[in-house]
Structure formats: C-alpha cells, structure tokens
C-alpha cells in the first residue's frame, strides 16, 4: 500500500552562497565523520531517559554548544527526526551547528532508536495514538529545555518529526521562538491508493484487531540488503553508508515498516497539522525537496500558505531527507537553516 517510510532541497537563490566553513565535506566525511565528528559529539554531549505516556521510557540527548570563555548558551535547538530514525542519524547536523551557540536537546521518539516500545516485536513501527509524540516533546521542552533556563527555544522537525513539530507549534506556541521544518511529513504519500483509500484500509484492519500487524506493503528490515536506490530519501552514497553500516551494527533497535495502527494513527496526526496550520504563530522556515517521494509537497504548500509568518523554500532535484543528502542540496539547506536561526539568536 505505501512505499516504506525511510526518512532520511535547494533554490537557485542559495547556489551562489558560501558553504559553511564549519561544515565537512562529503568526500571527506567517512573518515572524519569516525574521526571527528563522533568523539566532538561525545565529548561534548550526555544522554538520559524520561518517562513520556503510558510510561515508555525516551532517550535523549544533550549536546553543548561552542562557546567563548564566559558566553552563554544563545537559546535551545530541539531537533526532531523522522520515522526508524535515531539521533545518531544527526551527527554531522548537530556537528554543523554546534556554532551557532544553542544547546541542542534531541530524542529517540517513542517506538524507535533507544527509546522503549509499546508491543512486543519492537521492530514494528507502532504507536496507540499520534499525540503520544507531541507530548513526549512537551515533557522534554518542560522539564529538561526550560528547566536549563533557555529563553529562547527553537525546534527543528524532519519528516516525521516536522509533523511533530507542526503539531507542537499549534498546540504550544507559547513555547517557541521559531520552528524550521524539513520535508515535515503533513500529508503522507500513499499512493497508488488516495488517501481516504488508504486510512480506510488500516483503520478497518485496527479495529479488527490487527492494529499491530504490518500494514499492506510493509515488512521487516534487514539493513545488510538495503541499497542507496531502495533507500529513496538521499541521493549521497557516503551518508546512505554511514547509516547503514550503523544500523547493520545495531540490528537490535533498528525498525522496520509500519503497522496498521501507526498508519491510521500518522494520517490522523498530518490531519491535525493541516487543520490546524492557521493556528501557528511561531516564525516558521519549511524546506521543500522537489523530489520528495515519501511525502506529499501538496501538504507542505498548505501548511505555510496558511500559516501567520511561513517561508518556504523548494529545492529543486533533492530527495526527501535534507540533513544527509548531497552536499551540492545539503549545504544550501544548511544555509537557510543557519540564516533563519540567526535572525532570532
């Protein structure tokens, strides 16, 4: 039924940019990402674990910023990552701004990476209800990001995590400074079935006890047999490799495709976001990948057309995971990103 919900864009305007003297690039980074972006990460970082809903514990991470002797930290960057993913898949993004001076708080949602699982064959993509991530985030936001005494809070949301972020930004927008949103998953590709089509198949399975039975189309994964082409969401072999060779090393959390129940409950998650979107007052910048096959761009478009003080950009021949593709749709990305913040540090 749908394709398998991988997560892993660039305009003219930001072609002629200079790239971030920080950043690594792409045919150097399989041995500096082993180098030196994990021990950076490392030492500079700490993990721990709340309890969210239904109490499922929740990895996190903290990692601090660059600093000069005696500055403060400018604000707090919540990062949100897409579905099957980990933090780990954001290394090199936290590497890269890591110098904006923003503690960076991110976390394993609920179902996926370190955090726990709610039924028993863990490698099922499994929620009970779409809302149980948006509270996750509100539980880290209050009691661990405010509680570090940031004034400003900004959020970051990829895929997944952008219909989290969207979410949020509706529910709480007192909270935030500023969201940017990455490909945000706010109307799922469910084709070659409509949407309707779609929610009604899972739903009818859910409510006929096969809600934690993979979906039409769905399965298992096996990262030894995973290709860049299958993979679909980054057109860099190099950052496709980093997170497979990872996840063939950590088999034990990885996740595979989606149950009936995480479809029914995503699809009712990206109907919040678009009904909503009116609501969303928080300065918000949206990044397009004009190549986007997980998600559709139809969504995004209404997301920000109705949203008070959206910016969208499109990048033209990029895949939907804009943190790991190319650099030549990475670093502008990068770019956008960085540009947006600064105007809010």
Known sequence: MLKRLWTVCYTLAFLTAAHQAHAIQEDNLETEFYSVVIPTIEQNSYEGTFMGVDDVPIAYMVVDPI???GQEPAGALVILNGRTESYYT?????????????TIYTMDHRGQGASGRMIP???????KNFGRYVDDVKTLVDTIVLADGHEKVFMHGQSMGGAIATVYAERYPEDLTGVV??????????APYP???????????AV????????????????TTWSLEECGVTSSYTRWKLERDWLVDNQDIILGGSTNKWIKEAIEGTWEARGRAWEIKTPMLLL??????????????????KAKNCEKIVFEGALHELPIEADIHRDPTMDAIETFLRDFI
């Open 208 to 223: 006929t006890g096969k809600g934690s039975d993979y979906a039409p189309g769905q399965g298992p994964f096996d990262p």
């Open 121 to 127: 064959d863990g490698h099922k993509g499994y929620v």
């Open 181 to 190: 949103l990455t490909s945000p998953m706010v109307k799922i590709n469910t």
């Open 195 to 205: 949407e309707f089509a779609a929610y009604g198949v899972v739903t009818w399975n």
């Open 67 to 69: 600093l000069e002797p």
């Open 288 to 305: 397009q990948a004009s190549l986007d096959q997980h998600v559709k761009l139809e969504g995004q478009d209404w997301v920000c057309s």
């Open 90 to 102: 954001y290394y090199e993004f936290i590497y890269d701004l890591r110098h904006l001076g923003l």
